[in-house]
């Protein structure tokens, strides 16, 4: 994990409770409005978290964000299937986070509307397809990720009811509507949601059957299974969930087992199979220890699921698959002969030519300086690598960019980098293709000034005159609805 130093944060400017929203306000939401869909839903997202705004300015901003997340370019939220420390899915991983896709930002809208008014928080909620999730290919390197919709229903279930509608079971039959299972993915997130709810014992039992039924004859694709493998640790608490209601939670391993057997023997991918299962640190929290070792799908069922009569499942003829082909595309390392000039250049950047690393001192000297500008200028003229598509070239040159930053001391040199990483990203919007691949290293930029305003600061009006309508927007509004670090952080 990457530590910040954190000097000083961006003082919560004056808002003015109970009354119209502020000039500078108005004009950012005014901007935001002709925003591309998911940046425009974004931004009305973070002022009206802001709570000393009028509280129907808030909803009319949350409505607004939930009618134009409908036209973000990305329906549903995607995350890498499986991580490789060599390679993209560090970047699609962070980028896919942001929550840019219409399915997240409606379900923000939802969770924000949630205190204000519960009633039409539900309605909203009723307004939002239940995820349809189609079959992935061995080519496609990223799976679905529906768990904040299920986290935002069991909110919804828990809240927004009087008590009359909860004894007519309006909750349950909420909760039902969304029960059906078409995907790997949604077997974790569900089973969380109804281990939880707060249901009576008949209502629990009779969705647990639904769940059970579900997953009976479910077929899912390898890159979704692969993607879904620690779903074991919520089937396990789901079986406690039945334990603790006197139920029999015996037909539920049962048919996770078969479940687990029938993916385990069908066609797989080459790169599912590649995957090393292997626990980081026993100093990691345990709820991640535990989603590493549900990852080795079936020790984890055989350890921690299974119950007599149930039958352990085999390591050999219950594991071996029908068939393997097929591999993510777009997710390899930056290996052309183009992108290994630029890392040779890299190098010579963090050592000397007797390989010793450049101190502080020396990175601060003129000829170390001469170095960072002459890199740069070669970063700049790196159009493209041979083999690659336009958006892998995107996320390889982001990513020098990113690295750059990490190695340069605070002073000019890096201030340097980061106007450079700004014209860029000014040019680059098409090249990236997908519009919240290409946002990743803007947020990146504003989060680095905002959590740096004493030495990085004065950068934050060379955003907001930015030729990017989104940067220029997005550096407005750090300062109207600054994010607290643990936002900002984990994009880095």
């Avoid at 909750?171 to 969380?192: D, E, M």
């Avoid at 057997?261 to 535990?290: F, W, Y």
């Avoid at 989603?291 to 020790?299: F, I, P």
């Avoid at 000019?412 to 290409?438: C, N």
Wanted: include cysteine; aromatic fraction near 8%; glycine fraction near 6%.
């Amino acid at each position: 994990m990457k530590h910040v130093t954190l000097l000083l944060f961006f003082p919560f400017l004056p808002l003015y409770a109970g009354a119209p929203a502020p000039a500078e306000v108005q004009a950012l939401v005014d901007t935001a409005r002709g925003a591309p869909a998911e940046f425009a839903a974004d931004a009305l997202l973070r002022v009206a978290g802001l709570d000393k705004l009028d509280k129907a300015y808030r909803m009319e901003l949350l409505e607004d964000a939930f009618r134009l997340a409908a036209g973000a370019q990305q329906p549903l939220k995607r995350r890498p299937a499986f991580f490789q420390f060599e390679g993209q899915t560090g970047f699609l991983e962070r980028a896919w986070s942001q929550d840019l896709d219409a399915m997240s930002l409606r379900m923000r809208v939802v969770a924000l509307m949630l205190p204000l008014d519960p009633a039409r928080a539900r309605h909203l909620f009723t307004q939002t397809p239940a995820p349809s999730l189609s079959r992935l290919t061995c080519e496609d390197p990223l799976a679905y990720d529906v768990s904040l919709f299920y986290t935002v229903l069991g909110r919804v279930a828990a809240e927004t009811f009087s008590a009359k509608e909860i004894q007519n079971e309006e909750p349950f039959r909420l909760v039902s509507r969304y029960a059906a299972i078409q995907s790997p993915a949604q077997l974790g997130p569900l089973a969380h949601l109804l281990a939880t709810a707060n249901l009576k014992d008949a209502q629990f039992q009779a969705l647990l059957a639904t769940y059970t039924t579900g997953m009976k004859d479910l077929r899912g694709d390898d890159r979704s299974f692969t993607f879904a493998r620690p779903a074991g640790v919520q089937v396990r608490e789901l079986a406690e969930a039945a334990r603790k209601r006197n139920g029999n939670p015996v037909p539920l391993i049962e048919t996770y087992r078969g479940y687990l057997v029938r993916q385990l023997t069908g066609a797989r991918c080459n790169d599912s199979l590649r995957i090393d299962v292997r626990l980081v640190s026993e100093s990691v929290p345990t709820s991640l220890r535990k989603d590493q070792e549900a990852m080795n799908e079936a020790a984890y069922f055989n350890d921690n699921l299974r119950v007599d009569p149930i039958r352990p499942i085999d390591t050999r003829e219950e594991q071996m698959p029908s068939s393997a082909a097929g591999e993510a595309e777009g997710v390899g390392a930056c290996g052309s002969e183009e992108c290994r000039d630029i890392g040779r250049r890299y190098r010579d950047l963090l050592f000397t030519p007797d390989q010793r690393a450049w101190s502080n001192e020396e990175k601060n000297s003129g000829e170390w300086q001469n170095r960072l500008k002459e890199y740069l200028s070669a970063v700049a003229d790196w159009k493209q690598d041979t083999g690659a598509t336009a958006a892998e070239h995107f996320r390889f040159k982001s990513s020098v960019y990113t690295d750059l930053f990490n190695a340069v001391p605070n002073g000019s040199g890096r201030e340097r980098v980061l106007r450079a990483t700004l014209t860029y990203l000014q040019q680059s919007r098409q090249e990236a293709g997908s519009l919240l691949e290409w946002f990743l290293p803007a947020n990146v930029l504003i989060g680095r000034i905002a959590l740096d305003p004493l030495g990085l600061g004065p950068l934050l009006e060379d955003l907001k005159a930015s030729g990017d309508s989104v940067i220029s927007m997005y550096a407005r509004l750090e300062q109207i609805a600054p994010r607290n670090p643990d936002k900002i952080l984990p994009l880095f």
